[in-house]
């Protein structure tokens, strides 16, 4: 039996981060506070930057918080019950429930918040790092987007430098999902289209 504890071990804290991650706060949120559903504004996103294009900026942030949360309560809760190979498994599991939710039809956020969340929980200075240059290039630039591209893509040395080449991948793999994400943004940060943070667009 112990030759088959591990595999459900690590299977089941997976499946159960994926869950966790699936949670769509930004809707759960937009919707409790009477706003309908954030899905039909702006990018059509559920995460903290598309719900403050509703103009209610205390639900954006605890959107922001809620969804970094969730990425760090995997991460913490799978290395504390099953040591660091239970952790990335559910750091993995929880961005991937966030990207693509079962809930929602697996159509989701862009990772951004869940992803620095996880960062901080499985290394704080590598984390704060992330967030201060999220921060900075936020405000200098207005574009969220952009900042999230630089502060994602800037994640994976911090982790090599900060605690170990396993989490510089575990980094590498979550900030590929975010690019990937954030294709069309992309494209409107090259031809100049991208909004900028806080202001409205219609639906896409």
Known sequence: MQAFSAPLQLGGTFVLAYLLGSVPFGLLLT??????????????????????????????????????????????????????????????????GHLFPIYLGFRGGKGVATFLGIALAVNWIAGLLACAIWLLVAVVTRYSSLAALVATAATPVFAWYFYSHLYMELAILLAALVYLKHRANIRRLVTGEEPKIGARKEAS
Not at 54 to 72: C, F, Q
Not at 80 to 96: R, V
């Open 31 to 96: 919707r409790l506070a009477g706003m309908g559903d954030v899905r039909s504004i702006g990018s059509g996103n559920i995460g903290a930057t598309n719900v403050l294009r509703t103009g209610r900026k205390d639900i954006a942030a605890l959107t922001l918080v809620l969804d970094a949360g969730k990425g760090a309560a995997a991460a913490l809760a799978g290395w504390y019950m099953f040591g660091p190979s239970a952790e990335i498994l559910a750091a993995i599991g929880a961005f991937l």
